[in-house]
């Protein structure tokens, strides 16, 4: 079965100081996509990234980089430099054909930064 | 222009009452979705739906129920609520079956 796991359940950083949140998975299938999505204090659920398993090149876009790698079933999220604004909840989430492409999510990584 | 619009983005109710809540998407995506999140933000898969094939997550009661009058909607309709019902609900939709799931704002539920 599928399952993620989001062992930072809370993250305390100050303003312009770098951050990473961990994401663990597992899955059976060969085949399987992870994501990020960002849930601020108003609610609502923001796509940050899809990546597919046969692709493992890092993505950096702007502050936000994330570090895929199969080989301990791990997809990364680094913030640099963070701001005020980053403070929200986080989500890793995965999807493969076992769970018919319904999203497995992991408990979520609050972080807080404080000016 | 919203793309994935929920209402109501609050709903409080009594037990033992039926409500819906409506989900519509103007992406043109072929599959949509119910999340429910709970109080300590666990977000979990409850139903998946096209115009072929509705998957429901086995711990869903069947007090739940996804309708769709159209590829555009999914509708989520609870029977005979309980307190342990509250939660936020979210619905979302994607072009086909693993591909990016955006989501709606949210709708929470208090069942009184």
């Known amino acids: 079965a599928q399952k993620v796991t989001q062992a930072q359940t809370e993250i305390s950083v100050v303003e312009k100081e770098d951050v990473t949140l961990d994401c663990v998975y597992e899955t059976r299938d060969t085949t399987y996509y992870l994501f990020w999505y960002k849930q601020p204090p108003s609610g609502e659920l923001v796509f940050l990234i899809r990546r597919n398993s046969f692709d493992e090149q890092n993505e950096i876009s702007g502050r936000y980089s994330w570090n895929f790698q199969k080989s301990t079933s791990s997809f990364n999220f680094t913030i640099t430099a963070s701001q005020v604004v980053d403070s929200a909840v986080y989500f890793c989430?995965?999807?493969?054909?076992?769970?018919?492409?319904?999203?497995?999510f992991g408990g979520g990584t609050r972080l807080m930064v404080k000016p | 222009d919203t793309a994935v619009s929920q209402t109501p983005k609050y709903l409080v109710t009594q037990m033992g009452n039926d409500k819906s809540i409506k989900c519509e998407q103007n992406l043109g995506h072929d599959t949509m979705y119910w999340y429910k999140q709970d109080s300590k933000k666990f977000l979990k898969i409850m139903f998946s739906y096209n115009n072929k094939e509705l998957i429901i997550n086995e711990t869903v009661p069947n007090r739940f129920s996804p309708k769709s009058p159209d590829k555009a909607h999914l509708n989520l309709h609870i029977n005979s609520l309980e307190l342990g019902d509250s939660a936020v609900y979210f619905c979302a939709s994607s072009q086909g079956n693993a591909d990016t799931q955006y989501f709606g704002p949210g709708t929470r539920l208090t069942v009184l």
């Open positions: 989430a995965l999807s493969d054909n076992n769970a018919g492409n319904m999203l497995t």
